[in-house]
């Protein structure tokens, strides 16, 4: 019914974590270079910051995939109250329910999924590493 929300509210969150962490980045880089607002300077591109836009995506291409199911099946509609759970209280306590087991255990495996191509992708990017050093010398 509305499961697609709380990977939705997820993926809200972690575009904020995302902003706020380029603005902190972005600030204490100007800081760092006494640059103005009018200059030009290059900003450092933050590893973790684009491994939460892998998690932002996946969380957005699952809530856009159910989010599909749910209007191709009725339950989502184009009006007030969209939602058609929502219109009845004893349907609405269902919609809850199913929120609070299916759309946060959904939520859990997609960023458990991340956690694991961080994992890999950093013991990528240190044996590229390791293997680099090892050429130049």
């Known amino acids: 019914m509305a499961c697609f929300l709380v990977p939705a509210a997820e993926a809200l969150v ?11 980045e972005n600030d204490s880089e100007k800081e760092q270079n006494g640059a103005s607002e009018s200059e030009f300077t290059v900003a450092r591109k933050n590893p973790f910051v684009q491994k939460l836009k892998w998690l932002r995506n996946l969380l957005l291409g699952g809530s856009a995939l159910l989010m ?30 199913e929120m609070s087991t299916v759309g946060v255990s959904m939520a859990v495996l ?10 890999v ?10 293997n680099a050093e090892t050429i130049d010398v």
Do not use: C, Y
């Open 121 to 130: 992708s950093t013991r990528i990017e240190k044996r590229n590493q390791k």
């Open 14 to 24: 972690t575009t904020l974590a995302e902003k706020g962490i380029e603005k902190k």
């Open 68 to 97: 599909f199911e749910h209007v191709w099946h009725g339950e989502v509609v184009p009006f007030f109250p969209f939602l058609t759970a929502a219109s009845d209280p004893e349907d609405a306590m269902e919609m809850l329910h």
């Open 110 to 119: 997609v960023t458990l999924v991340w956690v694991g191509m961080v994992v």
